[in-house]
T-cell receptor, first 116, second 112 residues
Framework: NAGVMQNPRHLVRRRGQEARLRCSPMKGHSHVYWYRQLPEEGLKFMVYLQKENIIDESGMPKERFSAEFPKEGPSILRIQQVVRGDSAAYFC??????????????FGPGTRLLVL | AQSVTQPDIHITVSEGASLELRCNYSYGATPYLFWYVQSPGQGLQLLLKYFSGDTLVQGIKGFEAEFKRSQSSFNLRKPSVHWSDAAEYFCAVIQGAQKLVFGQGTRLTINP
């Protein structure tokens, strides 16, 4: 059973470009979460999605960031017009349906975004 | 809102020595607590979790943690560390339905 897959693992963008980060949850998981880890810091929650629905986006910056989890295909975190402060590791996690509070979140290897 | 504090940013221990990593949480009701480990350049791996019941929780790789409500703590322990335990360790608590709130992390260095 493959784990959570993220690609690309490393992404370099110049200021003003767009970054697209992809996350494929574990098989059978329908809940996806995105977290951001700035250098020398812990992970910070960004957004929680189920298929075709955004459940909680309280951690998403108000501008330039968006996320989706379509019926088919991976979840996408999109950052428009990137700035140097967006440089970070972005982690995706997934969990199965059921009692959400007790479901373990399994993390992917992360995408390390570097903005030049 | 729930919060998690890991007072130690960096800890160094000798191989074979015992280890305790501290974690304090802020939450009114019974929290759902986790410890994750992150090796350099890797994602997070779950070590153990506490939801209810026995306050001493056993995890993978020989780790255990004890929930102490009176001290609002969930410290991680291992009786004898191995060089492969060198990593970053994160304590976390569930907030709301499913949002994990992480501590700042503790970097563990192992001396040979």
């Amino acid at each position: 059973n493959a784990g959570v897959m993220q690609n690309p693992r490393h992404l370099v963008r110049r200021r003003g470009q767009e970054a697209r980060l992809r996350c494929s949850p574990m098989k059978g998981h329908s809940h996806v979460y995105w977290y951001r880890q700035l250098p020398e810091e812990g992970l910070k929650f960004m957004v929680y999605l189920q298929k075709e629905n955004i459940i909680d986006e309280s951690g998403m910056p108000k501008e330039r960031f968006s996320a989706e989890f379509p019926k088919e295909g991976p979840s996408i975190l999109r950052i428009q017009q990137v700035v140097r402060g967006d440089s970070a590791a972005y982690f995706c996690a997934s969990s199965s349906a059921g009692l959400p509070i007790q479901e373990t979140q399994y993390f992917g290897p992360g995408t390390r975004l570097l903005v030049l | 809102a729930q919060s998690v504090t890991q007072p130690d940013i960096h800890i160094t221990v000798s191989e074979g020595a015992s280890l305790e990593l501290r974690c304090n949480y802020s939450y009114g009701a019974t929290p759902y607590l986790f410890w994750y480990v992150q090796s350099p350049g890797q994602g997070l791996q779950l070590l153990l979790k506490y939801f209810s019941g026995d306050t001493l929780v056993q995890g993978i790789k020989g780790f255990e943690a004890e929930f102490k409500r009176s001290q609002s703590s969930f410290n991680l322990r291992k009786p004898s560390v191995h060089w492969s335990d060198a990593a970053e360790y994160f304590c976390a608590v569930i907030q709301g339905a499913q949002k994990l709130v992480f501590g700042q992390g503790t970097r563990l260095t192992i001396n040979p």
